[in-house]
């Protein structure tokens, strides 16, 4: 049983750029949220997903920062037109309810 | 405003040594989480506690309720040990977890 899947493990766009980062919870884990860590400072909360819902999305920054998690495949955190202070590690989780969240090893975004 | 709060904020010991790392929080919780990450690492998640304590290997987690308080303690620390370990909690009717901002611990040979 694969834990949490996140693709790539490190991303590099210029400025301007869109960025697309994966994530594939475990098997059975119908719970995705992303997290977003800026350098040096803690994780903080972005989205939280079901399959095929956004469930709690006020940790997305309102333009340019979209979410999906789609019936099949996985699910999507998808940045338009990038900046350099969306340089960041984002994680993924994943759990079914009220249990455990596992975590991936994280998309390095880096925008130069 | 939800809030978690550690200390240390940094930890340096040497190899053997008790550790010791505490979390508090605001409001009352559904779950704590603690979780470890190595530089440019990713996150390991080592326990959720609602209640009482755990133990895994050489690391264990105490939560009191009443106090709002948990403490993750490493007995006979290793190099290896060394990381940031972040106390996460998770609110009543809310599923996602809001983080402490880390102690980073190193254990010295």
């Known amino acids: 049983n694969a834990g949490v899947m996140q693709n790539p493990r490190h991303l590099v766009r210029r400025r301007g750029q869109e960025a697309r980062l994966r994530c594939s919870p475990m098997?059975?884990?119908?719970?995705v949220y992303w997290y977003r860590q800026l350098p040096e400072e803690g994780l903080k909360f972005m989205v939280y997903?079901?399959?095929?819902?956004?469930?709690?999305e006020s940790g997305m920054p309102k333009e340019r920062f979209s979410a999906e998690f789609p019936k099949e495949g996985p699910s999507i955190l998808r940045i338009q037109q990038v900046v350099r202070g969306d340089s960041a590690a984002y994680f993924c989780?994943?759990?079914?309810?009220?249990?455990?969240?596992?975590f991936g090893q994280g998309t390095r975004l880096t925008v130069v | 405003k939800n809030e978690v709060e550690q200390s240390p904020q940094n930890l340096t010991a040497q190899e053997g040594e008790f550790i010791t790392i505490n979390c508090s929080y605001s409001?009352?919780?559904?779950?704590l989480h603690w979780l470890q990450q190595h530089p440019g690492g990713g996150i390991v998640s080592l326990f959720m506690?609602?209640?009482g304590k755990k133990k895994h290997g050489r690391l264990i987690a105490t939560i009191n309720i009443q106090e709002k308080h948990s403490s993750l303690h490493i007995t006979a620390s290793h190099p290896r040990d060394s990381a940031v370990y972040i106390c996460?909690?998770?609110?009543?009717?809310?599923?996602?977890?809001?983080f402490g901002t880390g102690t980073r611990l190193t254990i010295i040979p």
């Open positions: 506690l609602s209640s």
């Open positions: 989780a994943s759990s079914e309810r009220n249990t455990e969240a596992f």
């Open positions: 996460a909690v998770g609110f009543f009717g809310n599923e996602k977890l809001t």
């Open positions: 098997k059975g884990h119908s719970h």
């Open positions: 409001v009352g919780i559904s779950a």
């Open positions: 997903l079901q399959k095929e819902n956004i469930i709690d």
